[in-house]
Structure formats: C-alpha cells, structure tokens
C-alpha cells in the first residue's frame, strides 16, 4: 500500500471497522514505543536527588503497576469498544461543541508541549553528538531541531500503518540504550556507589509517585487513539498494557541509575559526563522517535476534530501543520518550563479522562453516542475535577493529585447527571430517561 493511499485510509472520526482491527500486539508494540521517551529518563533522573534506588524501585512499580496500568486498560478499551478516537469520545459526554473546542484543544496543546519538548532534547542530542554546543550555537542547533522534528513526524503524518513499522525498529533500540546506559553507569559510577546511594529526601514518596504519573497521565484520554485499531476484547486490552510497563519501569530506573553521583536532570548533559559514544545519542534520538509519533498523531486527530475534518488526507495535512507550530515552540525553549508543563497535564488530563469514564460506564453503560451541543454537566465535573487536582497538588498538598482529580471529576459527573435527568431531562440524559441510544462498534 502506497503512502497515498494510507494517508487517505486513516481518518479521524469515522470509526475503525471490525474487519480493520489488529492483533493486541500492534497497540502495545506502539505503547511500547510512547514509553521510550526523554521525559521518562528526566524523571527517573530527578528522583534519585531524593531517593536510594530501592526506594525508586518502589516508587516506579506502584505508579506504573497500580496506577497507569489500570487507567491504560479503561480508556484502551472505551477506544476498543467504540472504534474512535479520545477527541471524538468526547462528544457523548462533553458535546460535539466542547469536545472539539475543550477537549480537542487540550488534547492538542498537551500533544503538541510534549512533542515540542521531546524535539527539543532530541535537538541538544544530536548536537551532542556532532560536537555542537547546544547552549551556545543556537543557529547550528535550531537546524538540526528543525530537521529532527521533520523527520519525527513524516510516519505519523502517512498514518498508523506507518507508525507501528517504525516502532517495530525503534523499540530494539531503545532496549539498546538502557543497557548502555546501565554498562556505562557501573563502569564509570561503580556498583558500591550506586548501591549504597541514600540521599536525604526532597520531596515525600507519594509526590513522586505523583511525578511518574504525570508523565503518562495523558495516556488515560490518549489511549483510545490506538486501540481503536485493537480488538474490543478485555483480555486484549487488559494485555496492551504490557507495553507501556514492560518499558516504563525499566526506563524510569535507568534514568535514576544513570544520575547516581552527577546531580543533573538534563539527559544530554548526563549521557555527556557519562562519555556516551556518538551511537548512544543516535540511538537516544531513535527511541525517541517512537513517543514522538504518539504525539504527533494525537496532535493531528485532536486538531482534525477540532475543525470536523473527516478524511485521511486532511488529518495528514493538519498533522503537518500541528507539527511546525511545535517545531516553532521547541525552537522557543519549551524545555525551561518542563516540570510547570508535567504539572499542567497531571492536573486537566485526569479530569477529562474521569468524565469519559463515567460517561462511558457508569451513565450509558458501555455505549456511545454523538450528542451534540454542549454539556455543562461535564464542564462543571471538570472545572471540579481540575480545582482538587489543582488545590491537592499546590495548596495543600496530599495524597495522588492525578488520580484524586479523575475520581472527583468522574463521582460529580455522574452525580450531576442523575440530577439533570430528573430535573431537566435533555439529549445528553436520554438513555437515564428509559430511551434507547445509538450504540456503535
């Protein structure tokens, strides 16, 4: 199949047939790939200013396992279920006007930080690797980010037959790099350094519990961009999964590993200190071509809903489009305001995410609809949603801001759906009236 073809195959909104969908392998081959990203090194990094590295094991398996897990298996199989995309989800909550213009754009921006942030660090890599001083040569530097980005979107911008062949090569590579990096940290750090690393802690243990979600906290409205190419099966997506934790927790603890003794976030400046040869910046720049496809496609498929573009090539033309306004905030220097950004996603994502889950299960017991208009009782179950998120995470810190954000916001959506159907029955509270509803997939 050529290019144009596939291009015009894939479009955003209709939903994937049945005939259409793939192996559980393929979405957590691709999941796979998200997890090999540089903010996952970066964190992995920033624990260990605070953290032994028995603690960091700790902290990983219970954000990944008991967390990140569970939120990738619900929202993998709502996509699964309906055959559609996150933005496009959204109108049976949200409301065909505020999915596009809400949760498509925040789907967008969040995206398109992430992908900006990446294209960034991949930028100071490659510029590593050629001898260029990234903090010094901007000229010289923006090329090859420019360059970089370009080529980061090209798979996404053909669709997602292309991507899972690229993930297919990238996720070997990626293996390729945590083990130089765990070679290369004994060598130069030493076995009884790192294993006796103890240092006084910076933050509590569930704060940074909260900081691994942060980092995947996406993949909980995100998840369903994919999976609507996998079979609508429990096990099938109980397994997807897999994928973002077979990677996840071992690129997490290299990040920590391999910061043992240097005191710095920056990847770049950690793989330098180390005396990472030039394929270990390449291989850097490979792995994280696999989460930037992630990025980029959701960039598009969010934008695609937002101004109601249906075909394959419209989506492959705004994807392109998503990709230079991004090309253009990396050059800006997004990665000065990475944590802010982490942050920023940990508090609206889960908030989206606990209306679609309610939404989905609790009000239309496993069925979609395209409802149109707007939905205020999902707008007040996110404002609520976002403000504990918001007030548990800098007020008054306690507890899992992420996950409290999403079960909030998922409680006074449905909640608040209940007393709307009693009181002012409407399109949105038919199927809580006793009338039947479209269900598709």
């Known amino acids: ?45 920033s624990l260990v200013g605070g953290f032994s590295l028995s603690e960091i094991l700790w902290i990983i398996i219970i954000a990944m396992v008991l967390f990140q897990w569970p939120g990738n298996f619900i929202q993998g199989y709502i996509g699964a279920k309906t055959g559609r995309s996150s933005s496009v989800i959204a109108k049976s909550s949200f409301g065909e006007i505020q999915a596009r ?40 530097w923006a090329l090859i980010t420019i360059v970089a980005g370009l080529l980061f979107a090209l798979p996404a911008i053909i669709g997602y037959s292309s991507m ?30 790192i294993s006796n690393w ?10 940074a519990v ?27 997506n109980l397994l997807i999964p897999l994928g973002i934790i077979a990677v996840g927790i071992p690129l ?27 394929w270990g910046f390449l291989i850097l720049w490979f792995a994280t071509w696999t989460s930037q496809l992630v990025n980029n496609y959701s960039m598009g498929l969010a934008l695609a809903n937002m101004l109601n573009v249906n075909s394959g090539y419209g989506r492959a033309l705004l994807t392109l489009g998503g990709t230079i306004i991004a090309i253009i905030i990396a050059l800006a220097g997004i990665l000065d305001y990475f944590t802010d950004f982490l942050y920023m996603t940990a508090l609206i994502y889960p908030a989206i995410a606990g209306v679609m889950m309610s939404d989905f299960f609790l009000v239309r017991k496993q069925q979609w609809v395209e409802n149109k208009g707007w939905n205020w009782m999902a707008t007040i179950a996110l404002v609520v949603g976002t403000f504990i998120g918001y007030l548990t995470q800098y ?17 006074v959506y449905f909640i608040a759906m209940k007393v709307k159907a009693s009181v002012a029955p409407d399109e949105f509270t038919k199927i809580q009236s006793g ?3 479209r269900s598709v997939g």
């Not at 073809?5 to 005939?19: F, I, Q, R």
């Not at 900081?211 to 429990?234: C, E, F, H, M």
């Not at 008054?396 to 916001?409: E, K, R």
């Open 164 to 193: 899972k062949w690229t993930d297919y090569i990238a996720v070997p590579a990626g293996l390729l790099l945590i083990a130089g990096g765990i070679y290369l940290s004994l060598k130069n750090i030493g076995w009884e350094t």
């Open 101 to 140: 213009f809400i949760v498509g754009l925040t789907i967008f921006i969040v995206s398109m930080g992430w992908w900006a942030l990446q294209t960034a660090v991949a930028g100071n890599a490659i510029s590593a690797m050629f001898g260029i001083d990234y903090k010094s040569e901007w000229l010289a």
């Open 1 to 45: 199949m050529n290019n144009k073809s596939t291009m015009g195959k894939d479009e955003a909104l209709s939903p994937v047939p049945l005939n259409e969908r793939q192996h559980w392998l393929t979405p957590a081959i691709i999941f796979g790939g998200l997890e090999f990203t540089i903010p996952v090194l970066m964190v992995g990094a």
């Open 252 to 278: 997490f603890y290299v990040g920590s590993i391999m910061s043992v003794g240097v005191g710095e976030a920056d990847i770049v400046t950690v793989m330098l200190n180390m005396g990472f040869p030039v």
């Open 210 to 236: 909260s900081l691994v979600i942060g980092v995947n906290v996406s993949q909980w409205v995100i998840a369903s961009d994919y999976t609507r190419y996998a079979k609508p099966k429990i096990k099938d």
């Open 395 to 411: 007020v008054y810190p306690f507890g899992l801001p992420a996950i409290q954000s999403l079960v909030i916001s998922g409680i």
């Open 435 to 437: 009338e039947d509803v």
């Open 198 to 207: 103890d240092p006084e802690p910076n933050m509590t243990f569930l704060a």
